[in-house]
């Protein structure tokens, strides 16, 4: 699972009196900052087809804190920018807590945990020799959970997969370029004999 991370979250008050905890989960076309050695982009045809099925919110990603579930207390809503979060929190002291900590500000960071399905990004390879690597996130596998998180910040393991993503990338990349080497190796080889065959052939030609 891969996590990324936004600083927008908020207390905002429904029409009947209740409280939600609310954020944006996913912010489409959006370049992300230097993820280590790449930037991303996630692309809003990535929600096409992606399990929303059992979504949970949580504290800090924490499976013990559950704050809602979807379809009952946890709606996300999705449109062309963004995807949002409502979170409908119990009525417990850790909620309780966690709403007085957003509402002073103390907790501003908004998480999700994804998976990516097969062929669901793409990789831009650097213009320049020391320039980032772009990825498009095109097609998200599965969405675990949305989070409102204390420190919103990238950890290694958030984007290991992604990193490891694109290991993979640059070595097709390098198997393609030495393959591209090898046949032009062989090409120039069959010239040279090709080139060969004919001086001999001449050679042939005038001896007779």
């Known amino acids: 699972m891969e996590r990324r991370v936004y600083e927008d979250i908020e207390i905002r008050s429904l029409e009947d009196g209740r409280k939600v905890i609310t954020g944006y989960a996913i912010v489409f076309n959006k370049e992300s900052r230097d993820l280590g050695g790449f930037t991303e982009v996630i692309k809003p045809e990535a929600m096409e087809g992606a399990n929303v099925s059992d979504v949970v919110a949580l504290f800090n990603h924490d499976p013990n804190i559950v704050l809602g579930r979807t379809e009952k207390t946890l709606k996300l809503l999705i449109d062309d920018n963004w995807v949002r979060y409502e979170i409908e929190p119990p009525n417990t002291s850790q909620a309780n807590d966690l709403m007085e ?12 945990g994804f998976t990516i399905r097969s062929n669901g990004d793409k990789w831009t390879k650097p213009q320049t020799e020391n320039g980032l690597w772009k990825r498009d996130v095109t097609g ?15 950890e290694a393991t958030d984007t290991s997969l992604a990193k490891r993503s694109l290991g993979m990338e640059k070595d097709k990349i390098e198997r393609e370029f030495e393959k591209a080497q090898q046949d032009k190796a062989v090409e120039e080889a069959r010239k040279s004999l090709k080139f060969k065959r004919l001086k001999l052939d001449l050679l042939k030609y005038k001896e007779e």
Do not use: C
């Open 140 to 154: 998200f596998d599965k969405i675990y959970d949305v989070s409102p998180v204390v420190f919103p910040a990238y």
């Open 101 to 112: 900590s957003i509402a002073r500000g103390d907790i501003r960071g908004s998480s999700f």
